[in-house]
């Protein structure tokens, strides 16, 4: 993926850097103010980046050793890391193999009088089933934290993902589909939390205070200026973005031979943002042959996302027996293929790179 620059985009940096107002300033507060009119919620405080923000949400809301945090077995390894950073257990769900969002109809079962939140991801970019989180979580009285990195722009029956939740939590990662270089940014709805999190993101700095108070042992969380200005620059096409990435993804769900390898689905009423076009090869293919196989005909695909349970760090600490309790995870970490989508990818690149992947499958 390479992020799509303009003159535009390095213009509103240099123009932060001629100024000397280098962190958190206009720039930022402009951004605050554009991400929470496109994900409709009242209030957004803008972080150092996509995990910083899953940290302090969950640092926000009082989560501590001994608390249990329901999350997808399969996403980028920072949903879990952050229930790590705060001392508590992320309880693992298996995912729905066709959209690879969390399995709700698995969420309860995992739920114990410890649980306190719901981290459930956007992967990919495809909204999950948020409302039907968000039923469960009413009921049991959990928070949930959307991780939805890699979804802004996306929504549930036209209801923007990172409005569902107490809190929404996006990245600005160059991998996403708008980038500050690193950055990550908080929806919420609540004001007493967004004031907590600009607090705790500042040296536990009282905001909106005169005379300056320490109340809380807090991070250096905050994001520049600079970054702020590129992503907001690249914010006025995010639209365009998101419709150029439709369009290729379609010529993939075309062209691509499902005989050997299965299509990510959008189901009715969510939509898909295309941060990554994640393909799960049957099982008698060896993923990493094939992508080396692409590799020599210049194509740069990769696996998608972690089954997190199954990486050293979290094999060492908890030992899950990930083939019986997450296979779903597990096979699309095993077989994932994540193809080139970016916009400026042209309609002939992607028709030659799902040429090309039939072929290697067809002879495989
Ligand atoms: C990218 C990503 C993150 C982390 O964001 P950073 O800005 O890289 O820290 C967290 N969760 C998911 C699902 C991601 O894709």
């Given amino acids: 993926m390479i992020p799509s620059l303009t003159e535009d985009d390095i213009t509103a940096v240099t123009a932060v850097l001629r100024s000397g107002m280098l962190v958190q300033g206009k720039e930022v507060a402009a951004l605050e103010t554009e991400v929470s009119n496109i994900v409709n919620t009242k209030y957004a405080a803008a972080l150092s980046n996509g995990t910083a923000t899953l940290h302090l949400a969950l640092v ?25 950073l705060v001392g508590a257990l992320p309880v693992f769900v298996d995912i729905d193999p066709a959209t690879f969002n969390i399995d709700v109809s698995k ?38 934290i959307e991780d939805a990195a890699c979804a ?29 270089g690193e950055g990550g940014i908080l929806t919420t709805n609540d004001q007493a939390l967004v004031e907590r999190i600009q607090t705790l993101r ?29 992503v907001n620059s690249q914010l006025t096409r995010l639209e365009e973005i998101i419709k150029a990435k439709q369009l290729l993804a379609d010529i993939y769900l075309n062209i691509l031979n499902t005989e050997n390898l299965s299509l990510p689905s959008v189901p009715a009423g ?47 600490k ?47």
């Fill in 152 to 180: 802004l722009g996306a929504a549930e029956d036209n209801k923007p993902v990172g409005s569902f939740g107490t809190f929404g939590s996006f990245s600005f990662h160059p991998r996403k589909s708008v980038t500050s």
């Fill in 202 to 230: 500042n040296h536990g700095i009282k905001p909106g205070v005169s005379s300056m108070d320490f109340i809380e042992a807090g991070f250096n969380y905050r994001m520049t200026d600079f970054q702020a200005a590129l």
């Fill in 60 to 84: 926000s809301l009082g989560i501590k050793p001994g608390d249990e945090v329901i999350v997808p077995a399969f996403s980028y390894v920072a949903t879990a890391n952050a229930v790590e």
């Fill in 107 to 144: 969420i309860e079962n995992a739920i114990t009088s410890n649980t306190k939140a719901i981290i459930p991801v956007h992967e990919f970019g495809l909204a999950c089933d948020i409302s039907g989180i968000m039923q469960i979580a009413d009921k049991h009285g959990l928070h949930v």
């Fill in 270 to 316: 969510k939509n898909h943002t295309w941060q990554t076009f994640h393909t799960v090869l049957h099982k008698r293919h060896d993923r990493n042959k094939v992508t080396e196989q692409l590799k020599q005909k210049g194509i740069g695909a990769n696996y998608g996302a972690q089954c997190i349970p199954a990486v050293t760090f979290y094999q060492n």
């Fill in 318 to 364: 908890y030992a899950h027996n990930c083939a019986e309790k997450f296979p779903h995870a597990l096979h699309a970490f095993n077989n994932g293929l994540a193809l080139p989508l970016y916009p400026q990818l042209t309609e002939e690149n992607i028709t030659y790179i799902a040429h090309e992947l039939n072929k290697i499958l067809e002879n495989d």
